[in-house]
């Protein structure tokens, strides 16, 4: 018997003091396509790839701040042009008060390569490809 997770998709709920700002962010800043962008009050959703992330309304910076969830990508190519990309963006639209590390870092205690990416509400997100 297949396990059921072998089919799931994983969308993290962070916290945030205004969702759909923060999910505007994620669309300039990290190339969510604006139409997978949604929006309703108090929650947003954004999607790139299989990636989704939903935003609640929270304005404990606490909350959010000792939030995150880790992303492992198919390979450190993809890694590699993810985190290219990302910067970029940063460059060229300024990513403040956001922050995203400048160079993906082996770690072989654990067999991966991997950067960070905090958002503007203090939310977490670490890539990693397999080495």
Same mark, same amino acid.
């Given at each position: ?28 800043? $990290?190339?969510?396509?604006?139409? &997978?962008?949604?929006? +309703?009050?108090?929650? *947003?959703?954004? =999607?790139?790839? #299989? ?30 042009? $993810?985190?290219?990309?990302?910067? &970029?963006?940063?460059? +060229?639209?300024?990513? *403040?008060?956001? =922050?995203?590390? #400048? ?29």
């Amino acid at each position: 018997m297949a396990d059921p997770l072998d089919t799931s998709h994983t969308a993290p709920k962070f916290a945030a003091p205004d969702p759909g700002k923060l999910a505007a962010w994620y669309a300039t800043h $990290l190339g969510f396509p604006k139409q &997978a962008v949604f929006e +309703k009050g108090d929650y *947003a959703i954004v =999607r790139r790839g #299989n990636l989704t992330l939903h935003f609640w309304k929270c304005d404990d910076r606490q909350i959010a701040e000792n939030t995150a969830c880790y992303t492992e990508l198919s390979s450190v190519a993809a890694l590699n042009e $993810l985190h290219s990309d990302l910067l &970029a963006r940063s460059r +060229k639209e300024g990513f *403040a008060p956001g =922050r995203i590390e #400048n160079t993906p870092v082996d770690q072989p205690g654990h067999g991966m390569r991997e950067f960070h990416v905090w958002d503007p509400a203090g939310n977490l997100i670490g890539f990693g490809a397999s080495l």
